[in-house]
């Protein structure tokens, strides 16, 4: 599963006002020296340390951006009591992925990333510290997640990709009512699902199984989650107070693990067949399983259980680029011409090779992503180094300001507008700066970025190729910054259909 894990502000504040207050009375805030090497930054208050500073702006990297006009490029910053260090230029950010990758692989140690994965963050993918299981699990999945143009798993991508959706186009034109508005998040999670069920497990479900609604439902609610910061990430003595939230967390994940268990790996284990090619990337993990004997049952389980929640990512992020689309319909028109002209007029469906031809779409997709701004998981140092020449002990934890690169002055034109042509070069074709690493860069990079590009562009392309989307009138869009999610219970959008498609059939 991808995870987008930050600091929510809202979660954040609630205490850290609260405290915050207290503490102003008891004492004055001062800006004294900090360690002889390490980097500036704020004096921490006791307890609180300086989250009170992050509360005056709508996320928390606003704050990291407002904060280093004060203390420079790279600042240290106590959370409760973790020290952590947060770097705001891509320079400083490439130090901390790239050439410093080995020194700063580690996770933060999160309570709520236990529960989510066993009692062990190490079970999951993107929230282990890194080690040379976490090196086998990403060896094991590259050629299913990222697999090569034109190789045998990029066609069985396509294949998966088409017929879902042309399933999902039926879904929608028997559903989707003449201006009426749709709660179609729901559907996009489903038809999401199906992309990695299928693709990875061969087994795909109804639209309207009830079982598959709900387990969908529940990896939205945990993306959704993930991607929220609470008090309690950092300051782990509130534990008693979110006990409750701690037992949902922990039961939503026994709900999706027996799912996966009962739908998929139990018939997979019956019929695998030890000395065939692996039918799909379940057969090669439980292969694995029996051929090497550092790898364990559960390391198999959440392995496919994160990759299989990466379809809440994509779903979030269709819908995100279904809200921009919107909001600029200038955009949803353009993307309609390219695919007109890609599909003969709209007389076939959209496929993966589609995409060569179609630059417009996929700028329109980066440029949902840069302005969603998805936060990197932070990174913690796994052993005493340097970052910008500051000294950086070990089990610090590491924020990366991609918010600052995504949205800074000094990086885009007109950050705040919405225009995907900043991602095409002057003959056409998508290009990208290299400061934009919406999937972060180094040894951690998003498994899932070919998945995620792959997937979105069909699902955009082929709901624009039949719809004009809008939503009611009067309503308010409002998206949360520096975040690739929308709440699982999100706006309804309506579709209609595009006037020289109804007879199309498609
Ligand atoms: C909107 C879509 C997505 C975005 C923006 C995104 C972005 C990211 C980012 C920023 C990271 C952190 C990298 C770092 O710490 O340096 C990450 C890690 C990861 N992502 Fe994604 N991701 C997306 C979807 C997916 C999907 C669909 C999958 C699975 C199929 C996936 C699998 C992973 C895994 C396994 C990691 C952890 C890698 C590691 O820590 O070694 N992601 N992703």
Redesign the pocket.
């Known amino acids: 599963?991808?995870?987008?894990a930050m600091l929510s502000v809202l979660g954040l504040l609630s205490v850290a006002a609260v405290l915050g207050l207290l503490l102003l009375l008891l004492g004055r805030r001062r800006r004294g020296p900090k360690a002889a090497s390490g980097p500036p930054g704020p004096t921490p208050w006791p307890v609180l340390g300086s989250l009170h500073l992050l509360g005056s702006h709508d996320n928390p990297f606003q704050a990291f951006t407002a904060l280093s006009a004060q203390y420079g490029d790279i600042f240290s910053i106590t959370l409760g009591s973790a020290p952590c260090v947060v770097v705001n230029t891509f320079e400083l950010i490439k130090e901390v992925?790239v050439t410093k990758g080995s020194h700063f692989g580690g996770r933060p140690d999160f309570i709520r990333f236990h529960m989510l994965f066993g009692g062990d963050r190490n079970n999951s993918?993107?929230l282990c510290d890194w080690s040379d299981l976490?090196k086998t699990r990403?060896a094991i999945s590259r050629a299913y997640?990222s697999p090569r143009f034109a190789s045998a798993h990029f066609y069985n991508l396509d294949t998966v990709g088409s017929c879902e959706v042309a399933a999902f186009a039926d879904v929608l034109r028997r559903r989707a009512a003449p201006g009426q508005p749709l709660d179609v998040k729901p559907l996009l999670n489903v038809a999401c699902f199906n992309l990695?069920t299928q693709y990875m497990c061969s087994k795909r479900f109804a639209y309207d199984d009830p079982d598959c609604l709900s387990v969908v439902r529940t990896f939205d609610e945990i993306f959704w989650e993930i991607n929220q910061g609470y008090a309690v990430d950092f300051m782990p003595w509130l534990l008693p107070a979110y006990a409750g939230h701690m037992r949902k967390l922990s039961s939503w994940a026994q709900y999706i693990r027996g799912f996966i268990m009962a739908n998929i790996v139990t018939e997979h284990e019956n019929t695998l067949e030890m000395y065939g090619d692996p039918r799909d990337f379940t057969d090669a993990l439980l292969m694995h399983l029996k051929e090497d004997s550092s790898m364990e049952w559960q390391h198999i389980i959440f392995e496919l259980e994160?990759?299989l929640g990466?379809?809440s990512?994509?779903s979030?992020?269709v819908m995100l680029t279904l809200i921009a689309v919107v909001r600029n319909p200038r955009v949803g028109e353009r993307i309609q011409r390219e695919v007109d002209a890609a599909t003969a007029c709209g007389s076939r469906h959209v496929t993966l090779f589609d995409r060569a031809s179609m630059p417009y779409t996929e700028a329109a997709i980066l440029e949902t992503?840069r302005s969603a701004s998805?936060?990197?998981?932070p990174?913690v140092a796994t052993v005493d180094s340097t970052i910008g020449g500051y000294e950086v002990k070990k089990g610090t934890v590491v924020f990366i300001n991609n918010y600052q690169l995504n949205t800074g002055e000094s990086y885009w034109s007109k950050p705040a507008e919405f225009m995907p042509e900043r991602f095409l070069s002057a003959d056409g074709h998508v290009s990208k700066p290299k400061y934009f690493i919406?999937?972060?860069?180094?040894?951690?990079?998003?498994?899932?970025?070919r998945?995620?590009q792959g997937f979105s562009f069909l699902l955009v392309a082929s709901i624009l190729q039949s719809y004009d989307v809008s939503v009611p009138e009067g309503t308010v869009i409002h998206t949360p910054t520096a975040c690739?999610a929308v709440p699982p219970d999100t706006y309804s959008l309506v579709f209609t259909p595009r006037k020289n498609r109804e007879s199309s059939g498609l």
């Open positions: 599963m991808v995870v987008l992925l993918l993107a976490q990403r997640c990695f994160d990759f990466g379809h990512a994509v979030n992020l992503l998805s936060p990197i998981v990174h919406p999937f972060s860069t180094g040894k951690r990079t998003c498994i899932g970025q998945l995620v690739v």
